[in-house]
């Protein structure tokens, strides 16, 4: 303890010995969530099991979770971590030792994480996450509240990406921005994929869920409504289509509640803050200097209830279709004004602009050819291993049926300027538009293919330090017009060189 009163976060400290217990738990989710659905699907665990037997796998199964749990002590053991003064240091290692060092200003983004198993405890787990991906994420599982909250605060406070330097005024602490409402959240799971990821999961159990189903109703009273019921199919096909749809629907909600239940997003001395969590609560907070780009994203059945999410992507942000994950900044159960709101909160001097602008009609045919072209070969795969040639007659289907959602994708992609923000906007169905500003921009390309020379078109990349956005099928001179001028706003901006570097390339295949 030190003289305020404060716990000492100078000196080398352990992790608390119920740590072990969490890094042991997550090992093994881990590698049940990676290779048992696999197996399951293939049958291979049930053929394993016949063909060693119950015995054996269960003894083999044993001796591994035993050589884990001395995996986690031995980790434990060799665990140390400290904060002097704007850095933290952690060492760490099972046969050879590494030493990790991040300064504050580096940070980009931490996380406070009470699951219920650790909140009985009274611990919990700090993650902190600098540039440079998942291999920069450092990770203190199982720290007493007191000390983890004393580290956020000191690491915060010695944060050089102060608001002055950024021209920005103070606000009051923990001003309060956004909190999801409970109706909010129930169809924000409903608009969400999680249905489709829960789909996904459950995907290589379908057999062994459906033998459990006949085992269960072979020998009950509703056998014979079962039976009469399988005399109309197609009455037991919208139902079986109806209940599994309200169950994955149900799933998707409850998935919601639990991470987003109480999500309050606040701002304070230049960064944003989020809490939530039904069963594990958990604390995030983003260095706006660090932020690089925020998209406002809509599913399909999200416009249809006229809800959306934002995604707040950083300096080595996780890949698209990763953003349900507890590491990103998103931000649920939006309406799209209140979005935009939130958006000019985030980016300030944003103006709400005209309609935006859209590609060239060419991008229609491309597509349209593209995706034909794919079916196609599908429709000959599947004419060629049944042996019916009769099938090749469908192909003449394929075009009219994709192009209308080549049509529907060209009238979704659009881009606009709006001072010194540029908006791009993608989808299908749904719609996913993201904002950046002009100074984010590390590199600009135009890319043409052959076809595209032909037709005079290009498609403009920009590339951020949190990935690339592309503008695909823009007429040549636009295209060069609008680099030329996103070029000249990086260049004219106030930032220092280190800090930003552009340049403009042509790649176009031999």
């Known amino acids: 303890m030190s003289d305020d009163g404060e716990l000492d976060a100078e000196q080398w400290r352990r992790l608390s010995p119920w740590a072990v217990g969490f890094i042991f738990i997550r090992i093994v989710v881990d590698f049940v969530r990676n290779n048992v659905p696999a197996l399951a699907g293939a049958g291979a665990g049930v053929a394993l099991i016949e063909r060693i037997g119950v015995r054996e796998v269960s003894l083999f199964a044993l001796v591994a979770l035993l050589v884990v749990a001395l995996v986690c002590l031995i980790h434990h053991r060799r665990f140390r971590f400290r904060l002097s003064g704007d850095t933290l240091l952690v060492r760490r290692g099972i046969i050879e030792q590494t030493e990790l060092k991040v300064r504050a200003e580096r940070i980009q983004h931490m996380a406070l994480e009470r699951p219920l198993y650790l909140r009985l405890f009274g611990l919990v787990r700090l993650s902190v996450d600098t540039p440079g991906g998942a291999a920069a994420q450092i990770e203190l599982p199982g720290i007493p509240t007191e000390l983890a909250q004393t580290m956020r605060a000191r690491l915060h406070r010695e944060d050089h990406e102060a608001p002055a330097r950024e021209g920005e005024a103070a606000t009051d602490d923990d001003a309060p921005l956004f909190q999801a409402t409970p109706r909010g959240l129930i169809l924000h799971g409903i608009a969400s994929n999680y249905a489709y990821v829960l789909a996904a999961a459950l995907a290589p159990f379908l057999n062994q869920i459906e033998a459990l189903l006949r085992w ?188 209308p959602l080549a049509w529907l994708r060209w009238r979704a992609v659009g881009y606009r300027y709006a001072g010194d923000y540029l908006l791009v906007r993608r989808g299908l169905f749904g719609r996913r538009t993201t904002v950046f500003p002009l100074v984010n921009a590390q590199r600009l390309a135009l890319r043409e293919s052959w076809l595209q020379r032909r037709r005079g078109v290009a498609t403009l990349i920009v590339t951020l330090a949190s990935g690339p956005v592309e503008v695909p099928y823009l007429p040549r001179a636009e295209a060069e017009r609008l680099s030329n001028h996103l070029l000249y706003r990086v260049e004219v901006s106030h930032v220092a060189p280190t800090a930003r570097r552009s340049d403009c390339a042509w790649r176009s295949p031999t």
């Open 216 to 403: 269960l109703l072979a020998d009950t009273a509703m056998a014979d409504h079962l039976q009469a019921l399988g005399e109309r199919p197609l009455l037991a096909g919208i139902l079986l289509a109806l209940a599994l749809l309200a169950t994955l629907l149900g799933a998707s909600v409850t998935v919601s509640w639990l991470r987003f239940h109480g999500f309050v997003l606040t701002r304070s001395d230049g960064r944003f803050r989020q809490r939530s969590g039904l069963v594990s609560h958990q604390e995030q907070s983003l260095a706006r200097a660090r932020l690089q780009s925020v998209e406002h994203v809509q599913t399909a059945v999200g416009r249809l209830l006229g809800r959306s999410y934002l995604i707040c992507r950083q300096i080595g942000a996780v890949l698209p279709g990763q953003e349900n994950s507890a590491r990103h900044f998103l931000i649920p159960g939006l309406r799209r004004v209140r979005a935009e709101r939130l958006i000019e909160v985030f980016w300030p001097g944003l103006a709400q602009g005209p309609a935006f602008d859209r590609v060239h009609r060419y991008y229609i045919r491309a597509l349209t050819a593209r995706w034909s072209l794919v079916l196609g070969a599908l429709t000959a795969a599947i004419s060629l291993v049944a042996g019916n040639p009769w099938i090749l007659l469908a192909l003449s289907a394929v075009p009219p049926l994709v192009w």
